[in-house]
């Protein structure tokens, strides 16, 4: 069955930039139909929204990254990207990919973002 595989978390400092990527791995289907996006979860809290793109590629942003971060997606790679800048603190966290298929959503794995000094 599909898997989505992130990857591009690391250590950086406030201020930085990073970018993650996911792969819509074990499906002959097109990333153009599904729904796919970033979650969080930091230690303590609840996974959380970060950014969604639509199957017609419609982005959408939680407020507390909006103008900070971009999703974008390449149909041929099967890859969706967060391109993050400015990071902060409070961005730091375990960054799930979510895919959304025929009406059944798949996790990742997760990939971890640390934002310190």
């Known amino acids: 069955q599909m898997q989505p595989v992130e990857s591009g978390g690391g250590l950086v400092q406030p201020g930085g930039s990073l970018r993650l990527s996911c792969v819509a791995s074990?499906?002959?289907?097109?990333?153009?139909?599904?729904?796919m996006g970033w979650y969080r979860q930091a230690p303590g809290k609840q996974r959380e929204l970060v950014a969604t793109m639509s199957s017609a590629g419609i982005p959408n942003y939680a407020d507390s990254v909006k103008g900070r971060f971009t999703i974008s997606r390449d149909s041929a790679k099967k890859t969706m990207y967060l391109h993050m800048n400015s990071l902060k603190p409070e961005d730091t966290g375990v960054y799930y990919c979510?895919?959304?298929?025929?009406?059944?959503?798949?996790w990742g794995q997760g990939t971890q973002v640390t934002v310190s000094s």
């Open positions: 074990r499906t002959i289907f097109s990333i153009n139909v599904m729904t």
């Open positions: 979510n895919v959304v298929l025929q009406s059944r959503g798949y």
